[in-house]
T-cell receptor
Framework: EAGVVQSPRYKIIEKKQPVAFWCNPI?????LYWYLQNLGQGPELLIR????????DSQLPKDRFSAERLKGVDSTLKIQPAELGDSAVYLC????????????FGPGTRLTVL | GQSLEQPSEVTAVEGAIVQINCTYQ??????LSWYQQHDGGAPTFLSY????GLEETGRFSSFLSRSDSYGYLLLQELQMKDSASYFC????????????FGAGTRLFVKA
């Protein structure tokens, strides 16, 4: 079974530029999460989808961040414009609804904003 | 609001037993998970406790006391490959069952 796929793995951009990250969750997982992880910290939730509906986007900085999950499968997270403080690892995870909420994480995208 | 506390670092010797504690404050506690993350890698699920008591999975065990808002991860027969960061994560009924991660405990296993 394929795991969560993310691309790109690394991205270096200059501040004020746009950037987009893509995630393909595990087949059949209807819940998809985008997390931000700074060095030495735990993942911080940005947005959670149940199928194509964003059920929790309270921590998403909506002035510059946007996300979509068309057709309830893969998802894109966008930042426009990027700021220096956005440098971090962006993790995507997926899970089945209910049960023990085991989340399967992708390898992440390491973003560096110069 | 919600908060989790866990030690920032723990060091132990190969073959030993180590316990990583996690205390939490949340208004709608539903369950406690543990994840392992190696440097440069993705977090991977280790265990989940929704009820009080001990859950054992091989060398790893996880304990929960809901009345004390406390849990721990127990790692036995430590191996060098267990050197990693370990995160406790609370599942909270607020926000439609939001998951909040702690800052992580970095475990160093010495030979």
């Amino acid at each position: 079974e394929a795991g969560v796929v993310q691309s790109p793995r690394y991205k270096i951009i200059e501040k004020k530029q746009p950037v987009a990250f893509w995630c393909n969750p595990i087949s059949g997982h209807n819940t998809l999460y985008w997390y931000l992880q700074n060095l030495g910290q735990g993942p911080e939730l940005l947005i959670r989808y149940e199928n194509e509906e964003a059920v929790d986007d309270s921590q998403l900085p909506k002035d510059r961040f946007s996300a979509e999950r068309l057709k309830g499968v893969d998802s894109t997270l966008k930042i426009q414009p990027a700021e220096l403080g956005d440098s971090a690892v962006y993790l995507c995870a997926s899970s089945l609804t209910g049960g023990n909420n085991e989340q399967f994480f992708g390898p992440g995208t390491r973003l560096t904003v110069l | 609001g919600q908060s989790l506390e866990q030690p920032s670092e723990v060091t132990a010797v190969e073959g030993a037993i180590v316990q990583i504690n996690c205390t939490y404050q949340t208004s709608g506690f539903y369950g406690l998970s543990w994840y392992q993350q190696h440097d440069g890698g993705a977090p991977t699920f280790l265990s989940y406790n929704a009820l009080d008591g001990l859950e054992e999975t091989g060398r790893f065990s996880s304990f929960l006391s809901r009345s004390d808002s406390y849990g721990y991860l127990l790692l036995q027969e430590l191996q060098m490959k267990d050197s990693a960061s370990y995160f406790c994560a609370v599942r909270d009924r607020g926000g439609g069952f939001k998951t909040i991660f702690g800052a992580g405990t970095r475990l160093f296993v010495k030979a």
